[in-house]
């Protein structure tokens, strides 16, 4: 349904340093133009609990500005468990307040039914089966055509799949992160056929700007004439043909450059050396 790469847009949302609202839909309008048609976002994304919903009204202008040929082709998808009291993050995965985030992020993004809704993060003031209720029943009134789960381990993936079916998994991932790998996400993923969302690919903000400065990343992306970046995104991609990471842009430059990483073709010697290296 959706091109090799996604983008995740809690950086554009979230931080004080965000876009204008203009600037940052401009961005993500060019992705889509570029192939990268999976918009991930959340109610969450935003600054405070007063900007609730932010994140969702700029994936909602982006792709209202698209062509209608374009547009029918961008998927949103968006989450909800989080909630920000004076800018912090806590969860609040309850039925109450799910059932109330579903309708408020229709509301947000203008439409019937969301393509995909994930749990951001299970809350453990909440029993799971609980909070996964919450999504099945939607699903059923129409509300959410594909449920996901977001910050979770093997064993609630398959506590959720007894309730309802299971369409992907965003866990954190990324060349210095590797959980997915140790804790059998990725082979659970695998097994069933579920797409695997990785956020924070490059470490975050912070870890992107030292990205590959040395090492066998910093070497194999100067044989590629490539950045760090591209040579990560190549690396997953070619971990499991339904892994569609997430990375976050905030500028076209970034965005133009690190969309390629798709065309990028990462030799086994490669990807030995990069898999050694964590």
Same mark, same amino acid.
Request: aromatic share 6%.
């Given at each position: 349904?959706?091109?090799?790469?996604?983008?995740?847009?809690?950086?554009?949302?979230?931080?004080?340093?965000?876009?204008?609202?203009?600037?940052?839909?401009?961005?993500?309008?060019?992705?889509?133009? /570029?192939?990268?048609?999976?918009?991930?976002?959340?109610?969450? $994304?935003?600054?405070?609990?007063?900007?609730?919903? $932010?994140?969702?009204?700029?994936?909602?202008?982006?792709?209202?500005?698209?062509?209608?040929?374009?547009?029918?082709?961008?998927?949103?998808?968006?989450?909800?468990?989080?909630?920000?009291?004076?800018?912090?993050?806590?969860?609040?995965?309850?039925?109450?307040?799910?059932?109330?985030?579903?309708?408020?992020?229709?509301?947000?993004?203008?439409?019937?039914?969301?393509?995909? $809704?994930?749990?951001?993060?299970?809350?453990?003031?909440?029993?799971?089966?609980?909070?996964?209720?919450?999504?099945?029943?939607?699903?059923?009134?129409?509300?959410?055509?594909?449920?996901?789960?977001?910050?979770?381990?093997?064993?609630?993936?398959?506590?959720?799949?007894?309730?309802?079916?299971?369409?992907?998994?965003?866990?954190?991932?990324?060349?210095?992160?590797?959980?997915?790998?140790?804790?059998?996400?990725?082979?659970?993923?695998?097994? /069933?056929?579920?797409?695997?969302?990785?956020?924070?690919?490059?470490?975050?903000?912070?870890?992107?700007?030292?990205?590959?400065?040395?090492?066998?990343?910093?070497?194999?992306?100067?044989?590629?004439?490539?950045?760090?970046?591209?040579?990560?995104?190549?690396?997953?991609?070619?971990? $499991?043909?339904?892994?569609?990471?997430?990375?976050?842009?905030?500028?076209?430059?970034?965005?133009?450059?690190?969309?390629?990483?798709?065309?990028?073709?990462?030799?086994?010697?490669?990807?030995?050396?990069?898999?050694?290296?964590?």
């Amino acid at each position: 349904m959706v091109g090799a790469i996604g983008f995740g847009t809690n950086p554009m949302a979230s931080f004080t340093e965000r876009p204008t609202m203009q600037d940052a839909v401009a961005v993500l309008a060019r992705a889509a133009e /570029l192939g990268v048609t999976l918009l991930d976002t959340a109610d969450a $994304y935003c600054l405070d609990d007063k900007d609730i919903g $932010y994140g969702e009204w700029m994936c909602r202008e982006a792709v209202a500005s698209l062509p209608a040929e374009l547009r029918e082709r961008v998927v949103i998808a968006t989450k909800g468990g989080t909630v920000r009291p004076g800018g912090g993050w806590e969860a609040d995965c309850s039925p109450e307040h799910l059932r109330a985030a579903i309708d408020a992020s229709l509301l947000a993004l203008q439409t019937d039914c969301i393509e995909l $809704y994930q749990i951001h993060r299970p809350d453990d003031e909440v029993p799971f089966a609980d909070s996964v209720g919450a999504l099945a029943k939607a699903k059923e009134q129409g509300k959410i055509r594909l449920v996901g789960l977001s910050n979770v381990s093997v064993a609630q993936i398959d506590e959720a799949l007894e309730i309802v079916p299971i369409a992907s998994v965003q866990n954190s991932y990324g060349f210095h992160n590797r959980a997915p790998e140790s804790d059998g996400v990725l082979e659970k993923c695998r097994e /069933l056929g579920l797409a695997l969302l990785p956020f924070s690919s490059f470490g975050g903000v912070s870890g992107a700007k030292g990205l590959g400065q040395e090492g066998a990343l910093a070497e194999v992306a100067q044989e590629l004439d490539a950045s760090p970046q591209q040579v990560v995104l190549a690396w997953q991609l070619q971990k $499991y043909e339904r892994l569609i990471p997430i990375p976050g842009f905030s500028r076209s430059e970034t965005l133009e450059d690190t969309v390629r990483a798709d065309e990028l073709s990462l030799s086994p010697e490669q990807i030995a050396r990069l898999d050694a290296a964590e």
